[in-house]
């Protein structure tokens, strides 16, 4: 090889790199698996509805807020679609930590929902099933916010009045498991 073939190289794996990310965002350097994953969640997304008022300031702990998410996950280069719907529920105000404002619930559980994506999907097998993927990283999800936020859960979609929130798909859109 030329000398300076191996610059060429690395110039074009960089700019693969950069097509398939684009304005994506991919996956931060401290992704646990062999696999790219792309796409981030915002804490925009996480548009939680109060649930339980928290109107007894005499307890340690009080009020809920939840959000459903439905989220596009796609398998490699490949067509595999599905939708992922978790539900995200988070106390106003816990013992641990008092009180937990809206915009710090929000930014904590888009961050948490990026690594936990990140940390199922990077290690993801050829042909693994989406739902199988959907459901691990619920469960890891949900471990990473109780770590953060005593009384968090994370689970299926279930509260009624809550909003679901489309991420990465129309609803009424949505492809067939």
Not at 24 to 49: D, L, W
Not at 70 to 77: F, M
Not at 80 to 90: D, N, P, Q, T
Request: glycine fraction near 10%.
């Amino acid at each position: 090889m030329p000398p300076n073939s191996h610059h060429h190289l690395w110039a074009a794996l960089l700019l693969s790199m950069v097509a398939v990310c684009g304005g994506m965002g991919c996956a931060s350097s401290k992704q646990q698996g062999p696999n790219p994953v792309v796409g981030v969640i915002t804490p925009e997304y996480f548009r939680f509805r109060e649930i339980v008022p928290d109107d007894d300031p005499h307890v340690p702990s009080g009020g809920w807020r939840a959000v459903c998410i439905h989220a596009l996950l796609k398998h490699g280069t490949s067509e595999a679609r599905s939708v992922c719907k978790f539900e995200v529920g988070l106390p106003l105000r816990n013992e641990k930590q008092g009180l937990i404002p809206q915009e710090e619930a929000q930014f904590a559980a888009a961050s948490m929902a990026n690594r936990a994506v990140r940390d199922v999907l990077s290690r993801a097998h050829p042909g693994e099933m989406l739902a199988v993927l959907c459901r691990d990283f619920k469960t890891t999800y949900d471990a990473m916010l109780k770590a953060k936020y005593a009384g968090a859960q994370v689970g299926e979609c279930r509260t009624a009045g809550i909003e679901t929130v489309p991420f990465g798909i129309r609803l009424g859109e949505e492809p067939t498991p």
